[in-house]
């Protein structure tokens, strides 16, 4: 008998499946989906049309075609869109909640034993995906979307032969071999860079010294044309003169243009690379780090304010009249509040005021607290 005692008990799933029963995890999934869809289309439709209004007269004074002028807005939608998400992810869980009270329902979920947990564990798995997925829209359709929006306005409608982000002028670059290439126009739109300067060094001392008309990348390395070389041995100098010449430089143009693309039209792995060219030629890239490290910290504000939504609702839907309303405005007020705290973020971790990690974190990390503790007070049993 001693021994029997001592055996831990099986768990009863029949116990554990009432604390999550599959008709009303249905329900919610359905309900959350539901209001969801119609906020986001909502939104979407509302930010649109307010973007359009805002920018409109601004686009039209340089007379472009209405083909530009609504391909240019169109491929702008893809980023509202990514804006969107959180607060659609917020309204949704509102609505959803909002609705079953006024039904009884939640009242009808409480009575029957169903915890605070097991209720927001459908909104908060939903809202997760919805981060992942968030993430991969952003990495894939957005700045595919602002690369071509920028073209458009650039080539359409500000009328640019060539976009500003593709032509640097005095451009001077340290390469992986300790190479310092300089040159006074890289065209990324015919791939040249003109007025070129090659220095090679051993240590500090210059050795070699190459001058060219006209650069353009070969292979793993630039074609030269009209070249000068000066060389230094012994402390005297040499110089030959080619028509052509081929130089080995593994830069290609995109790491020669570093400076200029606009950041919302890169990729993580482009921002990446970004800042370990401004890192190598000892420029400033905190503005790259910042969006980087937001690329990652943006989408989770769609579980962040799930998981907040949800909090509020538990505590302040006591009242089926009131209550609803009450969390309601809560939770805008809530939400903007979030918004400035990451723009202040963004802007302090620019400034180097704070790092970018600190910048773009903090605003989940104090509202997933936040979060936590009201789920953890509402409907305690």
Not at 38 to 64: C, M, W
Not at 77 to 91: I, T
Not at 165 to 186: H, I, N, P
Request: proline share 5%; aromatic share 12%; net charge positive.
């Amino acid at each position: 008998m001693g021994k029997v005692g001592k055996m831990n008990p099986r768990p009863d799933n029949r116990v554990l499946w009432r604390k999550w029963p599959k008709i009303i995890m249905r329900r919610l999934v359905v309900e959350f989906l539901k209001n969801y869809g119609l906020a986001f289309g909502g939104l979407i439709l509302v930010v649109t049309l307010g973007t359009v209004f805002e920018e409109l007269n601004r686009v039209l004074k340089y007379q472009p075609s209405t083909w530009a002028a609504a391909v240019y807005f169109l491929f702008k939608v893809p980023l509202l869109a990514s804006m969107c998400m959180p607060l659609a992810v917020l309204l949704g869980v509102l609505f959803t909640l909002a609705g079953m009270l006024k039904s009884n329902e939640l009242v009808a979920m409480r009575a029957g034993g169903i915890s605070q947990y097991a209720i927001a564990a459908p909104f908060l798995g939903i809202a997760f995906i919805i981060s992942l997925l968030t993430i991969v829209w952003g990495e894939i359709v957005v700045p595919y979307s602002n690369a071509q929006r920028v073209a458009i306005k650039r080539t359409y409608i500000l009328k640019q032969i060539v976009p500003s982000w593709k032509l640097a002028r005095k451009v001077g670059v340290w390469t992986s071999r300790g190479q310092l290439v300089y040159a006074e126009t890289a065209n990324a739109g015919d791939g040249l860079l003109r007025d070129v300067i090659i220095l090679d060094f051993n240590g500090i001392i210059p050795m070699v010294r190459v001058d060219a008309s006209v650069a353009r990348p070969v292979r793993g390395a630039w074609e030269l044309e009209n070249t000068q070389v000066y060389r230094w041995k012994d402390g005297q100098p040499s110089l030959k003169r080619k028509k052509k010449a081929v130089y080995p430089i593994s830069e290609g143009m995109e790491d020669i243009i570093f400076e200029g693309k606009p950041v919302e039209t890169q990729t993580m792995t482009d921002l990446k690379r970004s800042i370990e060219q401004l890192k190598r030629t000892g420029q400033d890239y905190g503005a790259e780090q910042v969006f980087y490290h937001l690329k990652w910290a943006y989408p989770f504000a769609s579980f962040i304010v799930a998981l907040l939504a949800v909090g509020i609702s538990f505590t302040m839907q006591t009242n089926p009249r009131e209550g609803p309303a009450r969390a309601f405005g809560v939770a805008i007020v809530t939400a903007g509040v979030y918004i400035i705290l990451q723009q202040l973020g963004q802007t302090f971790g620019i400034g180097g005021v704070v790092g970018p990690v600190v910048a773009t974190w903090t605003p989940n990390a104090v509202f997933l607290i936040a979060g936590l503790i009201l789920l953890w007070k509402g409907w305690k049993y």
